[in-house]
């Protein structure tokens, strides 16, 4: 059965201190693996889509990148407003119609 | 373009009340769904859609009803509220397989 897990569940950061969330995956064929940001009170909102191992994506800070067992959500020097739970999603070639989520790590970047 | 939009933001039932949570997007897309995200658990599938008049289950459908009668809107039903079913409703869409799904801001639902 295609499963994800991330962790850790929870991560503090002082401003300024990076570090990485792991999504760690199984899934019979990958069809593409997502990562999105989820703000208190608001749906989860789109970050990175990853197709194959080796492929890297960035967005200002925010760095993903993709093996074949797990992916890596890498935090350059955050910033207060980077606080959020971040997710981590899978879907499978032959379960094309679902996609698996884990249940997300927690970043608190403090000042 | 409004994305995909959810009503109500919260609402309160008692055990056995029915309702409907609504959800429209405005993307265009063929593929809609609704997720339940509950503390501990990531976010479970309960139906989905292809296209109009066509539905099928999730994960976790027991208790829930859908519809497509258009491509805009897919709306869930609750047909008799149980307390198991207090949770935060996701409705999301996406434009083809391979596409990331694009997320509604949600329903809290509380059942007493």
């Known amino acids: 059965e295609d499963q994800v897990t991330q962790s850790p569940e929870a991560l503090r950061l002082q401003e300024g201190e990076s570090s990485s969330l792991n999504c ?46 797990e992916s890596f959500l890498h935090i350059t020097a955050p910033k207060p407003e980077d606080s959020a739970t971040y997710l981590c999603a899978v879907q499978g070639l032959n379960t094309g119609n679902q996609f698996y989520f884990g249940t997300g790590t927690s970043l608190t970047v403090i000042p | 373009n409004a994305g995909v939009t959810q009503t109500p933001k919260f609402q309160v039932l008692k055990t056995g009340q029915s309702m409907t949570l609504q959800c429209a997007q405005d993307m265009n897309h063929e593929y809609m769904s609704w997720y339940r995200q509950d503390p501990g658990m990531g976010l479970r599938l309960i139906h989905y859609s292809v296209g109009a008049g066509i539905t099928d289950q999730g994960e976790v459908p027991n208790g829930y009803n859908v519809s497509r009668s258009t491509t805009e809107d897919f709306p869930l039903r609750l047909l008799s509220a149980a307390p198991s079913q207090t949770s935060v409703y996701f409705c999301a869409s996406r434009y083809s397989r391979g596409s990331p799904l694009h997320f509604g801001n949600g329903t809290r639902l509380t059942v007493t």
């Open chain 1, 24 to 69: 760690s995956y199984t899934v019979s064929g990958l069809r593409g693996l997502f990562w999105y940001r989820q703000d208190p009170g608001k749906g989860p909102e789109f970050l990175f889509t990853l197709y194959s191992a080796g492929e890297e994506k960035e967005k200002e800070r925010l760095k993903a990148t993709l093996t074949k067992k």
